[in-house]
């Protein structure tokens, strides 16, 4: 595919010219700008922000704002969205100022004539196949669970087959791509895989052994395709009976991938609000607890949002499970589900998320464990040998999805059983989703002139030429005032100094 | 650019077409004299490389536009072998007078401006970038131009035993001066970090020097055996 245009200045100051790709900062982009561009300009290059942690928090703000425009209008223009490049940025430069030179008013023709010739025009180029339809469209959907040991159950308890005993469901979201290709902060599942680590341990020893079975369901990409994978996973469930279920925990965003100054809080988000005495309200008081002692300043909140059934996009994914009167509920760090944060692809101050997310494990493994074991909530079940750190979340913070590589599978089936991965495939004519293949296409800049340009470059050069031609035609009469300065000089005898001959000396 | 561009840049080589139709060589039919100064230039070239190939070592790792003196020095050292190829031009074309010189140093440069530019404004200069380079070598080959007349002159005079004794260093010391001109003037540019324009204009100053002092001596004799 090749996108050519010219960025002869820029588009902002002059929206008139249609067909013209536009190339931008994104920084300085502002929504209304996105609305002239979509229906006016040709495209629209955008240059993404260097160090995303240095932004104040009004244009963090303007970002995330822009960033949830763009994903959830359609925009009929080629957007490309470039990393931070100093030869990019400078060509972005060149033409902002070229554009302010454009704009002063007080300028006579002869200047304008000038400007309109030595104006630096870029032609861009993107090459790439378009992005064509992958008909092999598919998300995948890994379970497993935590079944406490046979030997174990028969010890503890004589209660018969481990398929009664109540199930508690974590499920998340790897999120896969936002405006660009690229992954988003995965800290839910980063959270995920360190809770199966954690609780693996705990299984492992017959003492501490629980008498629930805990399963873990992770899907690709969330709420950008609207948790088709539990949506698939609901229907085609056959294995892991989902008889007897206690809760459904989902985790959403859990920790915030772009730091804004806010206390932390988190949210839990359910469709009905849990009555006294049910799993969930249970869970809710030890959550608030555990946190209270875990950190400080954060807090704990419920939201109650109904679900809208008429609307076609769910907001959370406990919502999939509750629509099918699983008892569920999602725990957040934001609190509007509409909130940009959800489906960012900017990430700042890794050290920031990495302790924040260590603590979430902390306060939802505690939580989780004393809630299973039904022990007071003031005591610290993971200490000595099956203490947290950063160890158990690091190395899942830049996981990728099971398309791509094993790590999760070879997570869940290191500390879990029934490992099982379905992939969702879009029906073929009536698809739910659809993805685009095209991989990353390169952008080509150049630098070029106007046409005036050239013409005026053969205007100069046929000047030359005649001060050329004219100076060989000139050339005799200077040899021959040379040759009878040299004869001056010389003394020598009698030359031909008549004789018109040609030497070329000047040009 | 465009091919437009391109008809720019090889308009500006028109100054060769200028010397071979208004030298006279046209009326001599010295094409293919000229050519075959042309083959000696490959020739000459060709054992040049063979040479560098062979003796001198190559730092690939210098190409980050550093002027290294040395490798200048050993890299125009070689091209003395350029003044063999043009006395051999002298010595085995045939040619009468000024024809001869023109001869030689028109199908010296022609076959430079081919070999050296050619490639690079076909495939440059036609390409979707601009860049002044393509007009900067094409103005500095009007240079080269009448930088190989000139050397072609020096040669000339070199090799005649009829050269007064008093001129004969003064001969010496312009071939010198033109053969490492590699060194001494990119230096002296380098140094002064002169921008390509203002180069070429240097060039063009040191090229009109040079060829003015051979152009002197060149009359004196030229009058003295009558040609």
């Known amino acids: ?507 | 650019m465009t091919l437009y561009h391109f008809g720019n840049c090889v308009a500006l080589l028109m100054p060769y077409y200028f010397t071979y139709k208004y030298s006279g060589l046209s009326e001599y039919g010295a094409f293919w004299k000229c050519i075959q100064a042309g083959c000696i230039y490959i020739f000459t070239q060709l054992c040049k490389m063979l040479v560098l190939a062979t003796f001198f070592y190559s730092d690939t790792s210098s190409g980050n536009g550093e002027f290294n003196f040395f490798a200048e020095l050993l890299r125009c050292s070689v091209d003395v072998a350029d003044l063999l190829g043009f006395a051999l031009i002298l010595s085995r074309i045939p040619g009468k007078g000024h024809s001869k010189l023109i001869t030689a140093g028109l199908g010296w440069a022609t076959a430079e401006v081919v070999l050296s530019r050619g490639i690079m404004l076909w495939v440059g200069a036609r390409g979707t970038e601009f860049s002044w380079i393509y007009i900067q070598k094409c103005l500095e080959s009007n240079v080269m131009l009448v930088q190989h007349l000139t050397t072609a002159t020096l040669i000339w005079l070199f090799t005649r035993h009829d050269l007064s004794k008093a001129l004969k260093p003064l001969v010496s010391v312009l071939l010198a001066v033109t053969i490492f001109k590699g060194v001494w003037l990119e230096g002296l540019l380098h140094i002064l970090s002169i921008g390509p324009w203002a180069a070429i204009a240097v060039k063009a100053l040191v090229a009109s020097l040079i060829g003015f002092c051979s152009l002197h001596i060149y009359s004196g004799l030229a009058q003295q055996i009558g040609i």
């Open chain 1, 1 to 507: 595919m090749q996108v050519a245009g010219h960025l002869l200045f820029p588009w902002k100051q002059n929206p008139c010219t249609r067909g013209a790709p536009v190339g931008t900062v994104l920084l300085d982009v502002s929504v209304n700008d996105l609305n002239n561009i979509r229906q006016k300009a040709g495209g629209l290059i955008a240059m993404l922000p260097k160090d995303v942690s240095i932004l104040s928090d009004e244009i963090k703000e303007q970002v995330l704002t822009l960033e949830k425009e763009m994903l959830t209008q359609s925009i009929p223009v080629p957007v490309y969205f470039a990393p931070y490049n100093p030869n990019l940025e400078h060509i972005i430069n060149d033409i902002t100022q070229n554009s302010a030179k454009n704009n002063a008013k007080n300028e006579d023709a002869f200047a304008h004539l000038l400007m309109s010739v030595s104006a630096n025009g870029y032609h861009v180029t993107v090459d790439g196949q378009n992005g064509a339809v992958n008909k092999n469209s598919k998300i995948p959907i890994i379970q497993g669970e935590l079944v406490p040991s046979q030997f174990a159950l028969k010890h503890v308890d004589n209660a018969g087959e481990s398929t009664t005993l109540p199930l508690i469901l974590i499920t998340t979201n790897l999120k896969t791509f936002g405006i660009t290709n690229d992954y988003p902060l995965n800290a839910d599942v980063a959270v995920v895989m360190s809770l199966v680590e954690i609780f693996s341990k705990l299984h492992s020893v017959i003492s501490t052994s629980p008498k629930y079975r805990l399963a873990f369901l992770i899907s690709d990409a969330g709420l950008l395709l609207n948790f088709q994978g539990s949506k698939k996973w609901l229907e085609t469930d056959d294995n892991m009976s989902l008889q007897n279920v206690e809760f459904v925990l989902s985790l959403d965003t859990i920790t915030q991938s772009l730091a804004q100054n806010q206390p932390n809080a988190f949210y839990m988000h359910v469709s009905k609000p849990p009555k006294e005495k049910t799993p969930i309200s249970h869970f809710f008081k030890l959550l608030k607890t555990v946190t209270g002692r875990h950190s400080e300043n954060a807090t704990v909140e419920g939201i109650h949002k109904k679900i809208n059934l008429a609307e076609s996009k769910i907001s959370w994914e406990h919502e999939r499970f509750s629509m099918k009167r699983f008892p569920a509920f999602t725990l957040s760090s934001v609190k509007n589900p509409s909130s940009s944060l959800r489906t960012t692809i900017f990430k700042d101050n890794e050290a920031r998320t990495v302790a924040q997310t260590l603590t979430t494990v902390k306060i939802i493994a505690e939580t989780l464990a004393c809630y299973i074991y039904k022990i007071d909530p003031m005591s610290d079940v993971f200490e000595g040998h099956v203490v947290i750190n950063e160890n158990n979340v690091l190395p899942y913070l830049g996981i990728k999805s099971v398309l791509q590589n094993n790590d999760i599978k070879d997570g869940f089936e290191k500390y879990l059983a029934n490992v099982k991965i379905t992939y969702d495939k879009p029906d073929a004519r009536d698809p739910d989703f659809m993805f685009y293949n095209g991989i990353d296409p390169k952008l080509n800049v150049y630098r070029v002139k106007p046409a005036v340009f050239d013409l005026f470059l053969t205007l100069i050069v046929s000047l030359y030429l005649c001060s050329v031609y004219f100076a060989i035609q000139f050339f005799p009469r200077f040899y021959n005032f040379i040759a009878a300065n040299t004869k001056e000089l010389f003394c020598g005898q009698v030359g031909n100094t008549q004789n018109a001959t040609f030497k070329r000396k000047n040009n």
